[in-house]
């Protein structure tokens, strides 16, 4: 069902698109509204008779929102879980993780402690690999 009006969403985009670029202009754009003409007309714009155009973008426009209303009510009932139950049986249902096996002891060498935090660490000397005299 989301998808189907999804299809018909895309679709009426296209619709929408086409039917207010197949408009013309009512002439002048901002210089005749500022300066370029004196009366109210140039402003405001005087009326039309509602073409097909015009009505097919009002119409496109209002199926836009409400196929998108109706989108945005669909996919928020998906995404939220129906009860609190559920997903407590769904946690134990799920296998117990298994232990971690012990570490041998036999020749493996300890682990340099960890570093200081901080900015001014100072490194530990070096040390030396001839053998002391």
Avoid: H
Avoid at 42 to 71: D, E, H, M, P, Y
Avoid at 79 to 94: G, M
């Amino acid at each position: 069902m989301y998808t189907f009006f999804l299809i018909l969403l895309i679709l009426d985009a296209f619709v929408l698109a086409a039917a207010v670029l197949l408009q013309s202009g009512q002439g002048g754009g901002l210089a005749a509204s500022f300066g370029g003409a004196s009366s109210t007309d140039a402003f405001v714009g005087n009326r039309q008779a509602a073409t097909l155009l015009t009505k097919a973008s009002w119409w496109g426009g209002g199926i836009f929102l409400g196929l998108c209303f109706i989108l945005s009510l669909l996919s928020m009932r998906a995404s939220v879980p129906r009860s609190v139950f559920e997903n407590q049986q769904q946690q134990q249902a799920a296998p117990a993780p298994l232990a971690p096996l012990p570490l041998e002891s036999g020749g493996a060498q300890t682990p340099a402690p960890p570093l200081p935090l901080g900015g001014n660490a100072q490194k530990a000397p070096a040390k030396s690999t001839t053998p002391a005299r």
